[in-house]
């Protein structure tokens, strides 16, 4: 089942349902707490380092086009590298996405998944997700966050989007804007208050293929992401015009009847259809005509400094 997050997880300012459901998510949280507290870390690496892209925010925050870009950075560094990620059914999207990147290790325990890529003698596993998997000592962590999102209401599950408070920031070194570079004056200043020594790095969404696409044409524009208004801004911002935009929960199933009001919508608007890459998979696209995706890439813009963390 796919669930929309509720509207008021991303208020400026939690309103009466946040704090209606505020006992439960304390409750959460300590249950969380004491877990980890008494948690011996499972994984005994031996050669193998694991550089750990995960978040607070829930969902939508870059972290699987980071992975495939420091996968990318790795590779031309001639270091042996491959992904890791937790098995959930309802991802098979973003495990397609990271195979045809790489190579990938899927476990319904991430500690296996690592143990099974030392012996095939990687020499770094990227972990896409699993920061607050505390059965792993990752030797480098970074925390992602949406430049439009950014925290929502602040306030953690189910009262608000994040899975762990953001004062938590003081226990890491890096941490990512991930988006249009909306907001980021702002929100540096919001962390460097809790941890004036991380490492705050930029990253920026690139379209790849923006060359198939006509200016001149309108579109209807479509996802099924965590981060939806920042793929509508990628589209903007690189001069195509969006008519209409649908949004649908995270990693959502499309059925026939969605592809059809879709399809419909455009047509009355007398437009083409344009969705993400992630989305794109999700559908047996061989019969389905006039839907094209726009796949992207993460621009880090301080490249270099985050390879001298990295190596």
Known sequence: MNLKKPRFWDYKKPNIYA????????????????KNRFKTPKLNKKKIKTICVGNFYIGGTGKTSLSIKINDILKQKKIRTCFVKKFYKEQKDEQKILKNNGKLFLSLNRA????????????????????????????????????????????????????ESINNL?????????????????????????????????????????????????YLAFSGIGNHQTFISMIKKNGLKILKDLEFPDHYQYSKN???????DANKLNCKI????????RFDYMK??????????????????LIRFLI
């Open 170 to 218: 003081k226990n890491y070194h890096h941490v990512f804007l991930n988006g249009n570079l909306e907001n980021i004056e702002e929100f540096k200043k919001q962390i460097v208050q809790i941890n004036s020594k991380i490492n705050v790095h930029l990253g920026k969404y690139e379209p790849v293929n923006l060359k198939e696409f006509n200016f001149k044409d309108k």
């Open 258 to 264: 969605d592809i059809d009001k879709i399809t419909n």
């Open 288 to 305: 389905i005509k006039g839907i094209k995706f726009l796949k992207s890439k993460l621009q880090i813009i301080d490249e270099e400094k």
């Open 19 to 34: 704090y209606l459901l505020k006992p439960i998510a304390f409750f959460i949280q300590i249950v969380s707490y004491f």
């Open 112 to 163: 296996d998944a690592i143990a099974q890529a030392e012996n095939e003698n990687y020499q770094i596993a990227v972990c896409d997700d699993g920061l607050q998997d505390k059965s792993i000592n990752y030797d480098i962590s970074l925390v992602c966050f949406n430049t439009i999102n950014w925290i929502g209401n602040g306030m953690t599950i189910p009262s608000g989007p994040m899975r």
């Open 274 to 281: 344009i969705t993400t890459e992630k989305d794109f998979l």
